[in-house]
């Protein structure tokens, strides 16, 4: 665990931090509107056990299925950064 209080661990952290925030945004932009783009295409395959079309499937469920697995993991990662560099919260 580095010191919390110096410049480079600030700047560390704050570059993790950063870094993983832009990497959640392009998921979130992928499954929020580049997904929605190819619904037509998509709604050619069918899901075989649920028998919906997975352009339809895609942006009735699956993006908020990828929303809310996104806040957990991003929470957890967060967390691992900020244990790394000192600036955890107490449990």
């Known amino acids: 665990m580095a010191q919390p209080d110096s410049k480079a661990n600030e700047e560390a952290h ?4 950063t ?7 392009g ?8 997904i929605h783009m190819f619904v037509v ?3 050619k395959i069918v899901i075989p056990v649920l ?3 997975l352009g339809f499937y895609m ?6 299925i990828v929303f809310v697995v996104m806040l957990f993991v ?6 691992r950064i900020d244990r790394q560099h000192g600036y955890a919260e107490e449990d």
Do not use: C, E, R
């Not at 704050?14 to 931090?17: I, L, Q, R, V």
């Not at 870094?19 to 945004?25: N, V, W, Y």
């Not at 998921?27 to 580049?34: E, P, Q, T």
């Not at 991003?74 to 967390?79: G, L, M, T």
């Open 51 to 53: 028998g919906f079309p």
């Open 19 to 25: 870094q993983l925030m832009f990497i959640h945004l």
């Open 74 to 79: 991003f929470a957890w990662q967060q967390n």
């Open 14 to 17: 704050w570059n993790k931090t």
């Open 41 to 43: 295409p998509l709604n």
């Open 27 to 34: 998921v979130w932009f992928f499954f929020g509107y580049v």
């Open 59 to 64: 942006a009735a469920q699956g993006s908020l």
